[in-house]
């Protein structure tokens, strides 16, 4: 102790003016507690800006490997497969993502600030629906790839500028009611990697059984009505829609409809998980 | 007991299990508001899920218990408007900076971001971690962690602070800076209650303890009266041939008092109420032609207070501890 520089010592008259000053401000509004935890999670994104590598180059790969390997032999050439699979690997890339949400939580319970949180008198569901509101964040940057990279391999959007950013949000919006199901895996399941595996068991059949890579009329029968009226086919539909300049208005609002009543479901489920566990 | 309205904890009867697990079996707390109250008792005995119970983390199983006038079941937000947890595990994000610790707390707690970020500079300044603010958590010091650790608990200063283990692990310096804390919180009127393994730290900092095993209180009182009960000291014996440990054992056993083997082959320990007792026991083993490498009287450990007090050495059951902070 003597030869190295000592680290900040407690200065005990500072702390008792510090402990003196008890004035307790008002509680804050819920929506800017959640917020406030919102912005937690982007303080770990600008601490460790690789865990956005995840969402980033994944999606890439999906566009060049289906755009390239399939696109010839499934629609005659690449050009035109791009087109009706873009809007489908946006779907599948943002969606994706929604499983790490659930990863994260289950690794954030491990940690003792979850228990201060919870002493914290602060609106229950706050720190779940700021986390959440943060990963959104992730998932426009995920789109956002996407059809920045689409546009430089020659996807045009027919819907312009306006379409594919409203397919963009749409997708964002379905995916945030999505990731209630996985914060709710995230609190049940013992560690992050069978949150992992349970998340993509899921969403894999769930992505490849519907409209993204192909046209349903050539499935059988059976497989295509599952298809029709699998919500990930619903979504793909609406962005394809959107992005071609002709919502289709069912689709769009069958996707926010399973956005709202997965919130709906899952907020009270996974605020009463995250208290109890 | 005294009237409800002069005590900050007021439980009776906690229970709490985890699948077989009976981690708190019924316990009965009355910490009077103003003090530093200290519970003491071995990894597993509890203490962390009474905390927890006091805290609103988790529902007792049964009994019942008022935080500062109200219950911590019916009125849990009200308890939470209160007091402040410094859990046993750092209760603070590693992967945040400290001073991003403190204004996220702050936030959480209403401050504009202003009034957040002036508050966290306060702290940091006092809690001597202004150089360090702007590095990641994970990055600090045991002892940093900490005092950051208490700084995030009165970030708004609380009626009441359950301070879990606040020294567990630190260097001496920086247990002597938690203690300055803890000192000075109490002084401002906070009441304080203070889990620890440490008699030396309740002896220390408390006005009262209580003492807790396998999820029951034992024994409970000031620390004098504690340690009346116990032997106010340890003799410690090293001896020069460790066969001979158990003749010494009988020896001092006849001679000063309740004995303890150490872990050290040729180390010994006897309950020792007094000093004359201690040097009579020295004699006793000297008389017996036994070769003493050294000896010393110091404070009971907490293996002798629960000797002196159960009949039986502060054991830590394997699993105990991994339930009461996985769940």
Same mark, same amino acid.
């Given at each position: 102790?003597? +030869?190295?520089?000592?680290?900040?010592?407690?200065?005990?008259?500072?702390?008792?003016? +510090?402990?003196?000053?008890? +004035?307790?401000?008002?509680?804050?509004?819920?929506?800017?507690?959640?917020?406030?935890?919102?912005?937690?999670?982007?303080?770990? %994104?600008?601490?460790?800006?690789?865990?956005?590598?995840? @969402?980033?180059?994944?999606?890439?790969?999906?566009?060049?490997?289906?755009?390239?390997?399939?696109?010839? &032999?499934?629609?005659?050439?690449?050009?035109?497969?791009?087109?009706?699979?873009?809007?489908?690997?946006?779907?599948?890339?943002?969606?994706?993502?929604?499983?790490?949400?659930?990863?994260?939580?289950?690794?954030?319970?491990?940690?003792? %600030?979850?228990?201060?949180?919870?002493?914290?008198?602060?609106?229950?569901?706050? *720190?779940?629906?700021?986390?959440?509101?943060?990963?959104?964040?992730?998932?426009?940057?995920?789109?956002?790839?996407?059809?920045?990279?689409?546009?430089?391999?020659?996807?045009?959007?027919?819907?312009?500028?306006?379409?594919?950013?409203?397919?963009?949000?749409?997708?964002?919006?379905?995916?945030?009611?999505?990731?209630?199901?996985?914060?709710?895996?995230?609190?049940?399941?013992?560690? *992050?990697?069978?949150?992992?595996?349970?998340?993509?068991?899921?969403?894999? *059949?769930?992505?490849?059984?519907?409209? @993204?890579?192909?046209?349903?009329?050539?499935?059988?029968?059976?497989?295509?009505?599952?298809?029709?009226?699998?919500?990930?086919? %619903?979504?793909?539909?609406?962005?394809?829609?959107?992005?071609?300049?002709? *919502?289709?208005?069912?689709?769009?609002?069958?996707?926010? &409809?399973?956005?709202?009543?997965?919130?709906?479901?899952?907020?009270? %489920?996974?605020?009463?998980?995250?208290?109890?566990? | 007991?005294?009237?409800?309205?002069?005590?900050?904890?007021?439980?009776?009867?906690?229970?709490?299990?985890?699948?077989?697990?009976?981690?708190?079996?019924?316990?009965?707390?009355?910490?009077?508001?103003?003090?530093?109250?200290?519970?003491?008792?071995?990894?597993?005995?509890?203490?962390?899920?009474?905390?927890?119970?006091?805290?609103?983390?988790?529902?007792?199983?049964?009994?019942?218990?008022?935080?500062?006038?109200?219950?911590?079941?019916?009125?849990?937000?009200?308890?939470?408007?209160?007091?402040?947890?410094?859990?046993?595990?750092?209760?603070?994000?590693?992967?945040?900076?400290?001073?991003?610790?403190?204004?996220?707390?702050?936030?959480?707690?209403?401050?504009?971001?202003?009034?957040?970020?002036?508050?966290?500079?306060?702290?940091?300044?006092?809690?001597?971690?202004?150089?360090?603010?702007?590095?990641?958590?994970?990055?600090?010091?045991?002892?940093?962690?900490?005092?950051?650790?208490?700084?995030?608990?009165?970030?708004?200063?609380?009626?009441?602070?359950?301070?879990?283990?606040?020294?567990?692990?630190?260097?001496?310096?920086?247990?002597?800076?938690?203690?300055?804390?803890?000192?000075?919180?109490?002084?401002?009127?906070?009441?304080?209650?203070?889990?620890?393994?440490?008699?030396?730290?309740?002896?220390?900092?408390?006005?009262?303890?209580?003492?807790?095993?396998?999820?029951?209180?034992?024994?409970?009182?000031?620390?004098?009266?504690?340690?009346?009960?116990?032997?106010?000291?340890?003799?410690?014996?090293?001896?020069?041939?460790?066969?001979?440990?158990?003749?010494?054992?009988?020896?001092?056993?006849?001679?000063?008092?309740?004995?303890?083997?150490?872990?050290?082959?040729?180390?010994?320990?006897?309950?020792?109420?007094?000093?004359?007792?201690?040097?009579?026991?020295?004699?006793?083993?000297?008389?017996?032609?036994?070769?003493?490498?050294?000896?010393?009287?110091?404070?009971?450990?907490?293996?002798?207070?629960?000797?002196?007090?159960?009949?039986?050495?502060?054991?830590?059951?394997?699993?105990?501890?991994?339930?009461?902070?996985?769940?």
């Amino acid at each position: 102790m003597t +030869a190295t520089t000592t680290p900040g010592t407690t200065d005990t008259a500072a702390v008792r003016r +510090a402990i003196a000053s008890t +004035a307790r401000p008002p509680r804050p509004r819920p929506l800017s507690t959640a917020l406030t935890f919102g912005w937690r999670g982007m303080l770990k %994104v600008k601490h460790v800006p690789e865990q956005l590598i995840d @969402v980033t180059i994944t999606p890439v790969l999906f566009v060049l490997m289906f755009t390239y390997l399939f696109g010839g &032999a499934l629609a005659g050439s690449t050009g035109a497969y791009l087109q009706y699979v873009l809007p489908g690997i946006l779907v599948m890339s943002v969606v994706f993502t929604t499983v790490y949400s659930g990863v994260a939580l289950n690794t954030d319970l491990t940690k003792g %600030v979850v228990d201060r949180f919870r002493s914290l008198p602060i609106w229950r569901p706050a *720190p779940l629906l700021g986390a959440l509101l943060g990963d959104s964040v992730r998932y426009v940057v995920a789109g956002t790839v996407i059809l920045v990279l689409g546009v430089v391999l020659g996807y045009r959007p027919e819907g312009g500028v306006v379409g594919a950013l409203l397919a963009l949000g749409l997708v964002v919006v379905f995916s945030f009611g999505l990731s209630w199901v996985y914060s709710a895996l995230g609190l049940v399941l013992r560690s *992050p990697s069978a949150v992992l595996n349970g998340g993509f068991m899921v969403l894999f *059949p769930l992505t490849f059984m519907s409209n @993204v890579f192909v046209d349903p009329a050539t499935l059988p029968g059976p497989l295509q009505a599952f298809v029709d009226v699998n919500p990930i086919s %619903v979504l793909a539909t609406a962005s394809r829609s959107l992005m071609a300049g002709t *919502p289709d208005g069912t689709a769009i609002a069958v996707s926010l &409809a399973v956005a709202a009543a997965l919130t709906a479901v899952f907020l009270p %489920v996974t605020t009463r998980l995250y208290r109890s566990r | 007991m005294t009237a409800g309205s002069t005590l900050a904890i007021e439980a009776t009867g906690l229970a709490k299990s985890f699948g077989d697990t009976r981690a708190v079996a019924g316990i009965d707390l009355a910490v009077p508001a103003g003090t530093i109250y200290g519970m003491l008792g071995p990894n597993g005995a509890g203490k962390t899920t009474t905390i927890r119970m006091l805290a609103t983390i988790v529902p007792p199983d049964a009994g019942s218990a008022r935080v500062l006038g109200h219950d911590v079941v019916a009125e849990g937000d009200a308890v939470r408007g209160l007091v402040s947890l410094t859990g046993q595990l750092a209760s603070v994000d590693e992967e945040l900076t400290g001073r991003e610790n403190l204004v996220l707390i702050g936030r959480l707690l209403g401050h504009r971001r202003a009034a957040a970020r002036a508050r966290a500079d306060e702290l940091l300044e006092a809690f001597g971690i202004a150089d360090a603010a702007g590095k990641l958590v994970k990055h600090y010091s045991g002892g940093m962690r900490r005092r950051l650790d208490i700084a995030a608990s009165i970030v708004v200063t609380p009626q009441l602070a359950f301070l879990d283990e606040p020294t567990t692990g630190l260097d001496p310096r920086s247990r002597g800076q938690v203690w300055e804390i803890v000192r000075a919180l109490v002084a401002e009127g906070t009441t304080v209650l203070l889990c620890t393994q440490y008699l030396e730290e309740a002896d220390q900092l408390a006005d009262g303890i209580v003492v807790i095993d396998h999820g029951r209180v034992i024994a409970e009182g000031t620390p004098g009266q504690l340690k009346a009960s116990v032997g106010t000291g340890a003799l410690h014996v090293r001896l020069l041939d460790p066969t001979q440990r158990a003749a010494a054992a009988r020896i001092l056993e006849a001679a000063v008092g309740s004995v303890v083997l150490e872990p050290d082959p040729a180390a010994l320990s006897a309950v020792c109420p007094d000093a004359g007792l201690a040097a009579l026991g020295v004699g006793e083993l000297g008389r017996a032609g036994l070769g003493i490498a050294e000896f010393s009287l110091g404070q009971p450990s907490l293996d002798e207070v629960f000797l002196g007090l159960t009949g039986h050495a502060a054991e830590e059951p394997p699993d105990a501890t991994r339930e009461e902070q996985a769940s």
